[in-house]
């Protein structure tokens, strides 16, 4: 299926490893022009630029004027924009072992960094008359879990952030969807620091236990890989979806039992 994303402009943050990385390659394959935001670069996202169709932006999107130099880098011209920077630290100690301090970076990493350069790039998008926005989000803003409280919090404030702009510009030509995975193959996961790890330390059981034990909870037993989320992603970006706005896409491999 042609997308129609050849030519088109797109803007991804959190660009240099998992799941924003497989958007950044299925957009470029796609034959979209890339500019990938990201804090530190990869080898896998260092190859894409070298082959051509991706810009790499090196920006440190936590801090206010992250944003604006991402959009200014952009240029005068944006298509789609995918916010998909985020981080969720286990928090093994449950909900009074988060400080002020790890709740206001949980909220700025998963809600502010999308509020600012959503901010950035759209008064761009609105002169054009054109645009799709999509948010990485999760199944946790509607599934809450005390290991991951603060991200829980921050991704459900961004469904809802999503949901709201998508009611002011829908009628200006510029759709806001979210797309919201369950647990994913990516570092958040399974790197030495990750969810499986920490509860690994924390529990007794060992990381391969902590992923079985997630994968069992999903209807397929498996986690989603990022190129499914990816693949659903383009698809909300693309006209192919001109109608669609205001929405939440779940790739979560069963996950959710309810609607």
């Known amino acids: 299926m042609d997308l129609g994303l050849e030519g088109r402009v797109a803007v991804v943050t959190g660009a240099s490893r998992g799941i924003g990385l497989a958007i950044v390659r299925a957009l470029a394959a796609e034959g979209a022009l890339v500019v990938a935001g990201a804090r530190h670069s990869s080898d ?151 969810v499986a790890a920490t509860v690994s330390r924390a529990t007794g059981m060992t990381p391969e236990e902590v992923k079985a034990r997630a994968a069992g909870a999903m209807v397929t037993g498996r986690f989603s890989k990022p190129a499914e989320v990816a693949d659903v992603v383009l698809m909300l970006a693309s006209d192919r979806t001109g109608n669609v706005t205001g929405s939440d896409i779940t790739i979560d491999g069963g996950f959710l039992t309810t609607w």
């Open 44 to 194: 896998e996202l260092d190859a894409l630029v070298e082959r051509g169709g991706v810009r790499l932006v090196q920006v440190d999107l936590a801090e206010p004027e992250g944003a604006r130099q991402l959009i200014g880098a952009a240029g005068d011209r944006i298509d789609v924009l995918v916010n998909n920077v985020g981080a969720a630290p286990a928090r093994p100690g449950g909900f009074l072992s988060v400080t002020d301090e790890q709740w206001q970076q949980a909220m700025n990493l998963n809600l502010f960094t999308a509020v600012r350069v959503t901010r950035e790039a759209l008064p761009l998008m609105l002169e054009r008359g054109s645009g799709s926005i999509v948010n990485v989000c999760s199944v946790n803003a509607v599934y809450p879990d005390p290991m991951v409280i603060d991200y829980s919090a921050g991704k459900a404030a961004l469904a809802s952030f999503s949901k709201g702009v998508s009611k002011e510009v829908g009628g200006r030509g510029i759709r806001v969807n979210t797309v919201s995975p369950g647990p994913v193959e990516t570092d958040l996961w399974l790197a030495a620091d990750g």
